[in-house]
């Protein structure tokens, strides 16, 4: 009797196959569907991830930035195409959708400052206003970049501090790059007395960086008056050199302002106050 239930049975199973084997034929396609569709996604995640890194390195950004975008591109890849494969069976994609937005709202809430910090690291690498190894301002502090990092900017100054500065204060303010250009100009203030001849002084300053070896003589060399102070009347002097130079250049032109000033005895002037004293003796005569 037990046999014969069982017959019965697979009888049924059978009959019920072949009144839906048109839906079973449909459900089979849609899985394969799905599967092929998720190997795809991988396979092109893989080349999207591995084309992103190889751009990212030819163009000589920070390998820790570059195999964070790539691997994240990656996965943004990959999550696209499980919810491709998930629609090929049936699956309601919508409601899919709406449960990731909801935690990356949630994870974009909780990690607010951390993510600013990523997508101003991420404009820092795309844009390029700094790279490593320049001598920048930012936020108020200078000093040679070391490394750009996903969420801070590690700088050296010139007296060997290490300063890290978090990227979304970097976008935020100004950024002063003083190693971009390959030209820098020098400016100098030179104060000297009333009494001295203005051609005279502006002849030996401009005679002063004509002979320096190291300004740019195919660029502007001006010297003019600019400020009758109260105490001295006071000279602009402007030349332009290499951009390395331009230190040791300001230094070097500065002491031998001085030196042909002193030479052709032109003063330079220092505050000084006349004090006038009007002194009346009053006498008293006592009557005696």
Sequence with gaps: MHDLNVVNDINHAGSWIIRNQELLLSYFINVISSITIFVIGLFIARIISK????????????????????ALFRYATITFFI???????????????????AAGMAI????????????????LVSLRPLRTGEYVNLDNVSGTVLNIHIFYTTLKTLDGKIVVIPNNKIISSNIVNYSREPFRRNE?????????????????????????ERVLKNRDITVGLTELAPYSINFIARCWSNTNDLNSVYWDLMAKFKKSLDKNHI?????QIDVNINYKKNFLYKEL
Excluded at 62 to 70: E, G, K, P
Excluded at 93 to 98: A, G, M, N, Y
């Design 83 to 101: 919810i491709a494969s998930l629609g090929c069976i049936g699956v309601q994609t919508t409601s899919v959708i709406t449960i990731l937005g």
């Design 267 to 271: 003063n330079i002037p220092y505050p």
């Design 188 to 212: 100098f203030i030179i104060s000297v007395s009333y009494n001295s001849d203005i051609d005279l002084v502006v002849k030996v300053l401009k005679n002063v960086m004509l002979n320096e």
């Design 51 to 70: 084309g992103i890194n190889k751009v990212l390195i030819t163009r000589n950004i920070d390998s820790t930035i570059s195999n964070f975008l790539s």
């Design 108 to 123: 974009g809430l909780a990690l607010q400052g951390s993510l600013s910090n990523f997508a101003a690291g991420v404009l």
